[in-house]
Structures are given as structure tokens and as C-alpha cells.
Nanobody, 124 residues
């Protein structure tokens, strides 16, 4: 059984930074892509970014490009989402997701496993 546990959420002011972590267990972490999604108030869950199995390929939604960075440490079975220059519109519950494929993807279908989510609140 794959388990994903996010941490690192919190409240920050606009312009601030946070780093989210997602620890994985239950399968060979380094064989699969990982993704981050978010769900804001009154919104559906949406793609934020994804990283391939080797960590050398990433995808981001346009609204976070240049501000967010995804990385992974396969030795620690952990994926990270470093967020800079946070904006109030980044306020959401952030979810880590584990894919069943190796390449990063915007599509939510390949993500078979999900964490419980961590709240990020950005105040103006």
C-alpha cells in the first residue's frame, strides 16, 4: 500500500516562501513520476507541477512558473515543492500525488495515490 504524507504547509504573508515535503512509502519511489495539485476555496483540484522519475524533467502550470520548484530525493523517498513569491491566490490545500508512469504529466489520471493534503494560506 502506497502512503504519501505531506508536511510543511502553513500561513505566510504575500511574497513569502514555503517548502512542502511529501514522504512516500510502500513501493519503489524512484521508478515513478510525482506530482503536486492544489484545491483552493470553492475550486476543483488543479495541477501545480510534476517531476519525472529521475528528477530531470519537470512540468508546471503557467501560474507558478518561475515561482515554484519541484525536486525529489530518491534516496529519501521524498518529493518537495519549494514555493517563492507566494500570492494570496496560491491559498489552497496542496496534495502530493504518485503516478503510475515515469514521465511527468498534467493529467490527473496517472496519479493513483494521493496524500491527505496540507493547507497553505497566503495573506495579503
Amino acid at each position: 500500500q502506497v502512503q504519501l504524507v505531506e508536511s510543511g504547509g502553513g500561513s505566510v504573508q504575500a511574497g513569502g516562501s514555503l517548502r512542502l515535503s511529501c514522504a512516500s512509502s510502500g513501493r519503489t519511489f524512484s521508478d515513478y513520476a510525482m506530482g503536486w495539485f492544489r484545491q483552493g476555496p470553492g475550486s476543483e483540484r488543479a495541477f501545480v507541477g510534476s517531476i519525472g522519475w529521475r528528477g530531470d524533467t519537470t512540468l508546471y502550470v503557467d501560474s507558478v512558473k518561475g515561482r515554484f520548484t519541484i525536486s525529489r530525493d530518491n534516496a529519501k523517498n521524498t518529493v518537495y515543492l519549494q514555493m517563492f513569491s507566494l500570492k494570496p491566490e496560491d491559498t489552497a490545500v496542496y496534495y502530493c500525488a504518485a503516478a503510475t508512469i515515469r514521465t511527468p504529466t498534467y493529467n490527473s489520471r496517472p496519479y493513483a495515490y494521493w496524500g491527505q493534503g496540507t493547507q497553505v494560506t497566503v495573506s495579503s
